[in-house]
């Protein structure tokens, strides 16, 4: 049939876009900003795309309309889709008609860490053989893509709780019908569209709702705030990262060796690219799920020390006179103050100088505004940006805290490039491109060498 997908460019419209074309589907898509890389994706899976919302793009009409949720009322496309009586569905809808209800779904949720960890347990399946479907919400590096239809049952998700249409408030992950499920933390986030961390702790209540009696809830027996999801009512078999069950003991303080315990015994020993106690934790997350559909831990071990972490988590972008420039997609505190203590556990007293962006919806309205600047606590020197749609003054709370605050990104740049010394460490950390913050610092730096 003809696909439609307004909203097409994001990472996960992207990866529905990509699974209908790999089921034999014509697909088009449209978006306000059709850009790389998602938009180079897509061509070169010969998916049609069109720039912006004329109503032009549905004429004649396609069979069947998935609208992200981006898309509000008042959108061109999405009022003539209605007007016209047209049929349509969501992109979570979507996926689980066509792939979720006849797979095995292991679903990755929680505030932070997702992303990653779906991708780590999508390579620890690869690298047992089972060939695992998977749509991510990042380029998975192991594979260079963010999702497949696979070649098994097994269907790996990155299991958001974000809303899923206009029309339907509910979150994403209540359509996922997970089998296994991780529950890797929770916190109050997403400002935007949920009231509290009550009506979080709703959805996820109702996600557990979903887990059949046979299948498996994976998750922190000390976040207080899963164990309050999980008293709400539970009904499937569990398994918790702690003491009594999976935990872990480090080898190096950077967590890029480590013994995985269970129930108190060794089973064995990672020995990793990845860095920080955090995605320690994700590991467990993991080779826990991965042992749920019968992977010994041994092979989720060895499949770990080949795993590369996502793009834009801790991704080194160069060195260049002899400092590092990493870009991470930290955009919460708690998420900030761990990317941030795994940088120091491997640099030990080296100088880390940390850039921001408060992008985020849940940023912008100043939801974290009283935490974000003690979040940062483990740099030597912080620099903040301040986007000109900021609804609080970031200025203020930055010289409260001696931190440097731009609200031009090129003088920026060159007070950083100016002020890093040979051995520093440039942490970047924002969920949208920073106007190219990384290749400016680099280009400064190589700049400032030559000079």
């Not at 347990?121 to 696979?150: D, M, T």
């Not at 992950?173 to 890797?184: A, E, G, K, Q, S």
């Not at 203020?396 to 001696?402: D, L, V």
């Amino acid at each position: 049939m003809h696909i439609h997908i307004l909203g097409i460019c994001g990472t996960f419209m992207g990866g529905i876009a990509a699974i209908a074309k790999a089921l034999g589907h014509h697909v088009t898509g449209s978006d306000q900003n059709v850009y790389p890389p998602m938009s180079t994706q897509l061509e070169e899976l010969g998916i049609e795309l069109v720039q912006g919302y004329d109503t032009a793009q549905l004429e004649p009409a396609p069979d069947v309309v998935i609208i992200g949720n981006a898309m509000s009322r008042g959108n061109p496309c999405v009022e003539y889709v209605l007007e016209k009586g047209m049929r349509y569905t969501s992109g979570p809808e979507w996926l689980k008609e066509h792939i979720l209800r006849d797979s095995w779904v292991l679903a990755v949720a929680g505030t932070h860490g997702k992303t990653t960890t779906a991708s780590m347990l999508a390579w620890v399946l690869e690298y047992a053989g089972l060939k695992p479907g998977f749509l991510i919400g990042g380029v998975v590096q192991n594979f260079g893509i963010s999702a497949r239809v696979g070649e098994t049952p097994f269907f790996v998700i990155e299991a958001d709780e974000y809303d899923t249409a206009f029309f339907d408030k509910r979150s994403k992950f209540v359509h996922y019908l997970p089998r296994t499920l991780i529950l890797n933390n929770l916190e109050f986030d997403h400002a935007d569209i949920f009231t509290d961390l009550g009506a979080i702790q709703t959805q996820f209540h109702h996600l557990l709702r979903t887990l059949p009696a046979s299948g498996k809830a994976i998750y922190p027996s000390d976040d207080k705030a899963l164990v309050e999801v999980i008293n709400k009512g539970f009904w499937s078999e569990q398994e918790t990262l702690g003491e009594a069950q999976w935990d872990y003991e480090l080898i190096k303080a950077d967590g890029s060796e480590f013994t995985v315990l269970f129930e108190g015994e060794s089973q064995g020993v990672v020995r990793w690219q990845a860095i920080g106690e955090h995605n320690v934790k994700n590991a467990l997350m993991t080779i826990a799920a991965a042992r749920h559909v019968g992977i010994p831990v041994s092979s989720s071990i060895a499949a770990l020390a080949e795993f590369v972490s996502p793009k834009r988590r801790m991704e080194h972008k160069g060195t260049v006179a002899n400092v590092d420039v990493y870009d991470d997609f930290a955009h919460h505190p708690t998420a900030i103050a761990t990317t941030l203590a795994g940088l120091r556990a491997k640099v030990g007293n080296e100088r880390i100088i940390a850039v921001l962006e408060p992008r985020s919806n849940t940023m912008k309205m100043g939801v974290h505004q009283e935490t974000l600047l003690d979040s940062l606590q483990a740099a030597d020197d912080v620099f903040v940006f301040e986007p000109a749609n900021l609804g609080w003054s970031l200025q203020e709370r930055a010289q409260q805290a001696g931190a440097h605050s731009h609200t031009d990104i090129d003088a920026m740049v060159a007070e950083i490039a100016a002020t890093a010394t040979p051995n520093s460490h440039v942490l970047v950390m924002s969920n949208g491109g920073f106007g190219g913050i990384h290749q400016k610092l680099l280009d400064a730096l190589a700049q400032k060498e030559t000079s």
